[in-house]
């Protein structure tokens, strides 16, 4: 399994970004993905889930605010970012789920600064 995110960036406080992962695997439609992200000193935390059946779960911290979406058709899962805070700032995650097997992206560094 291969996970390509990318999106990342430098943005000032209140913008928005758009995370975008591409999953090299065949049984996409029926993977459930995720987005999660570590601080610098801090333990990594789901930010955001999406099951195959298009179910979505946030963390309180971003609920209103960041947008899980996936497209079966380009086995992409995409995460749209808006009013981003300094607090936000970490190294963000995609990740797939089949069953018992998991496997994790390289990760994409998303800076919210001013």
């Known amino acids: 399994v291969q996970l390509q995110a990318s999106g990342g960036g430098l943005v000032q406080p209140g913008g928005s970004l758009r995370l975008s992962c591409a999953a090299s695997i065949s049984i996409f439609s029926i993977s459930d993905m995720g987005w999660y992200r570590q601080a610098p000193g801090k333990q990594r935390e789901m930010v955001a889930t999406?099951?195959?059946?298009?179910?979505?779960n946030y963390a309180d911290f971003v609920k209103g605010r960041f947008t899980i979406s996936r497209d079966n058709a380009k086995n992409t899962v995409s995460l749209q970012m808006n009013s981003l805070k300094p607090e936000d700032t970490a190294v963000y995650y995609c990740?797939?789920?089949?069953?018992?097997?998991?496997?994790w992206g390289q990760g994409t560094l998303v800076t919210v600064s001013s």
């Open positions: 990740n797939w789920k089949w069953l018992n097997r998991n496997s």
């Open positions: 999406i099951t195959s059946g298009g179910s979505t």
